[in-house]
């Protein structure tokens, strides 16, 4: 089992440009969540997928969109980046459906500079 | 809304002395998880505490879930390298919220 698998590892961005972040997960988990980590402010959720076909908002949702594609992936877009979306993006997953209250499983992370 | 305070922010030991973190929320809540990230790594999942009063063991890791389910705390006895890192409580309710993390170095 290959976990959660996050792409790409790296990626910088000129202000306005877009992009979508990739993550998927082979436990056949029914929660997954998209995560941003700055320095001194721990982990702030961005969105949530509860299960299958759902996504909600998270604490801080502006400027993302997401897409629960099907059960395994789950992904995140920027559609106009800004230097304030620079950050470290953690994609988890975790095996009850409902998003909250489960043991989480982490990707290695998206480490992503917006110039 | 509901917030997860965690202390101290940072906390640095000699090896062999011990570490305690303390997480609090200003809402009662359902359960509470901690996790540890390694520094350069991912937050790694460590326990889940879910029963008013409930203490767990980890090998030399204790935790605690308070009575009143609105604190709890992490304890590591005779710290040790291998436990460098930060890390994180986690509480849910109807949301999910964790707070900042204790970023624990120990000097050999």
């Known amino acids: 089992n290959a976990g959660v698998t996050q792409t790409p590892k790296f990626q910088v961005l000129k202000t306005g440009q877009s992009m979508t972040l990739q993550c998927a997960q082979d436990m056949n988990h029914n929660s997954m969540y998209w995560y941003r980590q700055d320095p001194g402010m721990g982990l702030r959720l961005i969105y949530y997928s509860a299960s299958e076909g759902t996504t909600d908002k998270g604490e801080v949702p502006n400027g993302y969109n997401v897409s629960r594609l099907n059960k395994r992936e789950f992904s995140l877009r920027l559609e106009s980046a800004a230097p304030s979306q620079t950050s470290v993006y953690f994609c988890?997953?975790?095996?009850?459906?409902?998003?909250?209250?489960?043991?989480?499983?982490f990707g290695p992370g998206t480490r992503l500079t917006v110039l | 809304g509901q917030q997860v305070m965690q202390i101290p922010q940072y906390q640095h030991v000699q090896e062999g002395e011990d570490f305690t973190t303390y997480c609090n929320s200003s809402?009662?809540?359902?359960?509470i998880q901690w996790y540890k990230q390694r520094p350069g790594g991912h937050p790694v999942f460590l326990i889940q505490?879910?029963?008013?009063?409930e203490v767990k063991k980890q090998k030399r890791l204790t935790f605690q879930f308070g009575e009143a389910k609105k604190n709890s705390s992490l304890h590591i006895t005779a710290t040790q390298t291998t436990d460098v890192g930060t890390y994180f409580c986690?509480?849910?309710?109807?949301?999910?919220?964790f707070g900042k993390g204790t970023l624990l170095t120990v000097n050999p």
């Open positions: 809402t009662t809540l359902s359960n």
């Open positions: 988890a997953s975790s095996p009850l459906a409902g998003g909250r209250g489960n043991e989480q499983f």
């Open positions: 505490l879910v029963k008013s009063g």
């Open positions: 986690e509480g849910s309710n109807y949301k999910l919220t």
